[in-house]
């Protein structure tokens, strides 16, 4: 069973050829298999086998939506009622949600069951999910790879078929670029069209929830339970919510697709760019033109994120001071050193050294020069997308410079791990919405494709994606030993 898409998944539930309770207890099986690629913080067994039984309820009088009864998994960044929710960090190690994430509470409602919650970098900082206080997550194409991050143990699970689907966040990358390294489908929507609501806050303006699944279209049906306005966070935007699977099947003749100039250069593996080539080919026959274009503005896009992301959190994560919830010091002497060492001793290297940039960016003497300048430059990087989209459908790329790395490759140099995240950060500054299909294989790794559109446009990214799905089978291999 757990070879099948979403798709076959409900359809099998529907026509009563396994039920919930079976599918979930198979998957739970899975996850005990595979404890070795510590994709999961936590497996609720318990909460898992209540929601398939209430699942094959629906089931049986006819409520059932596409989701009800499907294993899913929650990144743990997301806020889950009576679970840790503990973000990867010591700092939140002992921390239970008092209250369900709008995303989390939307999946419930549409019936899915949750089987737990998913490894990541500490606080969602982190290229390759070895930042996580619970220890790296394995690649399960190769386990001394990295899964890429911060939603490593999101696009670890759906690859080794842990779980049908997972939920992710991105700030700079991190669905795209472990969807890529993973060899799974992973969308970033555009800012603020799914609530972040109950998601614990890394950069506010930045962060993202999303799909991560085996195909577009599994991520068609999850980013339909997903979407939508939502009261409780001013940050999203009250847009109708299209019918994202009823376009998928509509033919490509006609699309227009811009290559910037800026994404094929210098820094790109050969292997992944001949890959990608590829891919642009197969689009070429499906009716795609394709165009060059130049955004000239792509390359101040890690200066500018590594000023403004920083800064961001440590204004987000200036919360955690022992005092409230959390991690707290042993025995302190007054309330500087209770500050002092629960923040210290509760953050990773990571995390305090993101802090630091951040508040040092917004100091008085520099917050004009650094911040201010950085969020000009962002306005330069948005720009470049508009008149970009304005000239084509949409934008193709890579999703990363390299296939995954070797675990502890990158760990000792901040500034190339930062590199990790140069094809896609920019999206995020610019706040328009982006995926990533796997489209082949360097060096037996997998290659991603990084798909870019228009604000609100993610049906039209998942009707591309699509219809390169429907000629290849990439989207369907399976890592070795997890078939």
């Not at 919930?20 to 067994?45: C, G, K, M, W, Y």
């Not at 917050?367 to 306005?379: G, T």
Request: glycine share 10%; hydrophobic share 40%; aromatic share 8%.
């Amino acid at each position: 069973m757990h070879t099948k898409s979403l798709v076959e998944l409900a359809q099998g539930l529907r026509t009563g050829a396994f039920s919930s309770v079976e599918l979930t207890q198979a998957f739970l099986q899975r996850i005990d298999q595979h404890q070795d690629l510590n994709a999961f913080i936590t497996v609720t067994p318990e909460l898992a086998l209540q929601q398939a039984q209430a699942a094959d309820v629906r089931l049986a009088d006819g409520t059932a939506e596409l989701l009800t009864g499907i294993p899913i998994a929650q990144k743990d960044i997301f806020c889950t009622l009576g679970v840790k929710t503990s973000c990867g960090s010591k700092m939140l190690d002992n921390f239970i949600a008092p209250y369900n994430a709008t995303v989390v509470d939307k999946l419930n409602n549409a019936g899915a069951v949750s089987l737990g919650k998913l490894n990541m970098d500490e606080f969602a900082m982190g290229s390759s999910n070895e930042t996580s206080y619970y220890g790296a997550v394995k690649n399960p194409w190769d386990k001394t790879k990295v899964p890429g991050g911060s939603s490593g143990g999101s696009a670890a699970a759906v690859a080794a078929r842990l779980a049908v689907c997972a939920t992710g966040t991105d700030t700079g990358g991190s669905i795209r670029q472990p969807a890529a390294l993973c060899g799974i489908t992973g969308l970033k929507p555009t800012y603020g069209r799914v609530s972040r609501y109950g998601m614990i806050a890394y950069a506010s303006s930045l962060d993202q929830g999303g799909p991560m699944t085996n195909s577009a279209e599994d991520a068609a049906i999850m980013l339909q339970a997903m979407a939508g306005f939502d009261a409780k966070d001013s940050t999203s935007v009250d847009v109708p919510v299209p019918d994202y699977c009823a376009g998928l099947n509509a033919p490509l003749t006609g699309l227009t697709i811009g290559l910037p100039k800026e994404f094929f250069g210098e820094g790109l593996d050969p292997a992944i760019a001949a890959t990608l080539e590829l891919a642009i080919a197969e689009y070429r026959k499906l009716g795609a033109t394709v165009k060059d274009i130049s955004m000239p503005n792509l390359k101040l896009a890690i200066p500018a994120y590594y000023v403004i992301a920083p800064a961001e959190c440590s204004a987000n994560l200036s919360r955690f001071d022992g005092v409230r919830y959390g991690y707290r010091c042993a025995n302190p002497v007054d309330l500087t050193d209770l500050y002092t060492r629960s923040r210290g001793e509760g953050f990773g290297k990571e995390v305090k050294r993101r802090i630091l940039m951040g508040t040092y960016a917004l100091s008085a003497g520099y917050y004009d020069a650094y911040y201010i300048k950085a969020q000009k430059v962002r306005r330069l990087i948005t720009q470049d997308f508009k008149n970009a989209l304005a000239e084509v459908d949409v934008i193709m790329g890579p999703v990363t410079p390299s296939t995954a790395f070797g675990i502890g490759e990158k760990m000792a140099n901040p500034i190339e791990m930062y590199l990790s995240d140069i094809y896609t950060i920019a999206i995020n500054l610019a706040g328009v919405p982006a995926l990533s299909i796997p489209v082949g294989y360097a060096a037996d790794m997998p290659v991603g494709l990084q798909i870019i559109g228009n604000y609100f446009a993610e049906a039209q990214l998942l009707n591309i994606a699509h219809q390169y799905q429907q000629v290849t089978a990439h989207h369907q291999h399976t890592p070795h030993g997890f078939a």
